[in-house]
């Protein structure tokens, strides 16, 4: 998957009009650390940001004593606790901010919609607007599920570095839900290049028999996310994948867009 700081360049400049520099500064280096898997050394965040050792220094000393670094017996810096609150909070608020757009996917679809993250190595659910159809589901706000055998899973997944997928499967084990679950890395690869190849993914009956789930990412999310929407097998149809699809892509669009704007206002 693309970084979050994909779209920063490697020098920034030395503060935006109205900004504070050491604020800025601060969280760039927070999300390098994040990007380079959450654990650096200072040589490595001056190569990669620019700035003079010194500087690097002073700025994660204070991100230390905040509690938002820690750093490690070998000397090297990973990201601190207090980031943890701030993470959840962030995630609830992203689900609030996303049901406008899953309420409307209920509309045109007439399935239940959902929003869920990549938390760790595992798939939690941060918000659902329920179809009126009445109909109970595995997809609940705050569940937490593997990757593997959800259609928000693969969404999420489809575009990690296959060795990392084969790392995370490794450590979570394929548990079979139901008999039509994948339970093996190779299948489970051919199917990210599947979901690469048609821009969305499918849970067939994988999570739980009789359900069938359409998920897509959300593109330029500030963390990992994607939205779906999940029904009876029977309603759910190829028929209704060809309808649905283009729906769940526009508000995928849309929500980036939205999330885009809400962070760049002054």
Not at 203 to 226: K, Y
């Amino acid at each position: 998957m693309p970084s979050s700081h994909a779209s920063t360049s490697d020098s920034k400049p030395a503060a935006s009009s109205g900004g504070v520099q050491s604020l800025e500064r601060a969280f760039d280096l927070l999300e390098r650390m994040a990007d380079a898997g959450g654990e650096v050394g200072l040589s490595e965040l001056s190569a990669s940001s620019g700035l003079p050792l010194p500087t690097i220094h002073r700025l994660m000393r204070t991100l230390v004593v905040c509690g938002y670094v820690r750093q490690q017996p070998n000397r090297r810096y990973a990201l601190g606790p207090r980031l943890i609150r701030l993470g959840e909070s962030a995630s609830r608020l992203l689900g609030t901010w996303a049901r406008p757009y899953l309420a409307r996917l209920v509309e045109e679809t007439g399935e239940t919609a959902n929003m869920a993250l990549l938390d760790g190595d595992e798939i939690v659910y941060v918000a659902q607007v329920p179809s009126k159809h009445s109909m109970r589901m595995f997809t609940e706000v705050g569940r937490r599920v593997l990757p593997h055998s959800t259609g928000v899973g693969k969404a999420l997944l489809a575009h990690t570095p296959p060795e990392e997928v084969r790392a995370l499967l490794a450590r979570t084990g394929m548990p079979a839900a139901t008999e039509k679950t994948i339970t093996t890395p190779d299948d489970f690869l051919d199917a990210l290049e599947q979901v690469r190849r048609v821009g969305y993914a499918v849970d067939d009956n994988e999570q739980e028999i009789g359900v069938r789930c359409l998920a897509v990412s959300v593109p330029n999310s500030p963390t990992s996310a994607a939205i779906s929407i999940s029904g009876p097998a029977g309603r759910v149809t190829e028929a209704a994948t060809e309808r649905i699809v283009p729906i769940l892509q526009q508000a995928a669009k849309e929500l980036s867009d939205a999330l885009a704007s809400s962070g760049s206002t002054g």
